[in-house]
């Protein structure tokens, strides 16, 4: 709501719940006292002068899949460093302005819209950080900010694997994810790219594609996830934000192998299932599947073509090659 708990001095913490869609104009502002908040992946708006004159708040998670950060959001608050996630595309007027602690922001390239006087009044020293030849770098070079370009940017790295060529349809998609660490190769030299994928190793590849999110709760309703494995917060960060719900109540199945249905819908909810106006090419994709919606969402997209021009394979299992493939058209230029 608007100015939901706006003046609330005494307000230290704040854990939003996922229920919550979107935070009003002015919902925090004026709390001088708040440290803490937990901002849920659910959260895909936010208004304006949300935060402004919060001097205690030094740092802030954004969830993924918020578009615009509004005028004022974070004015004079006591930030020292923020990352902007790869959905936001607007930054507003004044939105850091008299942030004077301020000196990291990672902006990434999906930003085309910088307002009037962003930036003023924060940190002499302020670096901003982003891919090169972005908008980001345009605006530091022309407001005299210093800009660096991050060190998992879009720059081409040299290719290691062997089985990885140029002419294949997973050549930038396997550098990309390399170059982001969102995965590596089986060895040094070989990615294994028509090796099949499994659900664990899936759902952590997202994990990482969205930035490593710690999951908000530690409880574990699997038997077969256990917290020493390596999937194990990509799995509780999955379920919390309803990418999964696992195979039943109790089990994952981190070691099945995923289907291309599976991940298609994966990345459909992690992108808060948005809609999609085309019809169904596809002959083995019936109407109320669970896939249904996701498929046809991916097909729109250009996040896959599917098998053939009228089949999609969807319990067909997902390979190295088309997951970061997937991966990489979905998000990449979010």
């Not at 190769?185 to 594609?209: D, H, K, M, N, Y």
């Not at 999951?215 to 494995?229: H, Y």
Request: proline letters at 5%.
């Amino acid at each position: 709501d608007l100015y939901a708990f706006e003046g609330c001095s005494s307000l230290e913490s704040v854990k939003i719940p996922n229920s919550v869609t979107s935070i009003g104009n002015s919902a925090f502002s004026g709390c001088w006292s708040l440290i803490s908040i937990e901002i849920p992946n659910s959260v895909s708006s936010m208004g304006d002068s949300t935060f402004k004159e919060c001097s205690s708040l030094t740092s802030v998670e954004l969830p993924y899949g918020i578009t615009s950060i509004g005028d004022s959001a974070f004015y004079q608050c006591g930030l020292t460093s923020i990352e902007l996630p790869n959905s936001v595309t607007s930054i507003g007027n004044e939105t850091f302005r008299w942030c004077s602690s301020l000196t990291s922001i990672t902006i990434p390239k999906s930003v085309t819209s910088i307002g009037n006087m962003a930036f003023l009044a924060t940190s002499k020293n302020l670096i901003i950080y982003g891919d090169s030849d972005s908008y980001a770098q345009t605006y530091a070079n022309e407001n005299n900010i210093t800009f660096e370009i991050l060190a998992n940017s879009d720059t081409p790295i040299e290719n290691p694997f062997i089985d990885v060529s140029e002419t294949q349809y997973y050549y930038e998609p396997v550098l990309w994810a390399l170059g982001n660490n969102i995965t590596s190769g089986l060895t040094t030299t070989e990615f294994a790219p028509e090796a099949s994928c499994t659900r664990g190793q899936v759902v952590t590849l997202l994990w990482r594609a969205m930035g490593e999110p710690e999951p908000t709760t530690t409880t574990n309703p699997f038997v077969d996830v256990n917290s020493s494995e390596y999937y194990y917060k990509a799995v509780l960060w999955a379920l919390e934000n309803g990418i999964t719900s696992g195979l039943d109540a109790t089990h994952f199945a981190p070691d099945d192998t995923v289907t291309r249905g599976q991940f298609v819908t994966f990345l459909h909810r992690t992108e808060q299932k948005p809609s999609y106006t085309t019809s169904n090419p596809f002959g083995d994709v019936p109407s109320g599947t669970y896939y249904y919606d996701a498929i046809l969402w991916a097909y729109e997209n250009g996040v896959t073509s599917g098998l053939t021009e009228t089949q999609f394979g969807p319990e067909d299992s997902c390979t190295r090659g088309q997951v970061v493939t997937f991966l990489y058209r979905a998000l990449s230029e979010k």
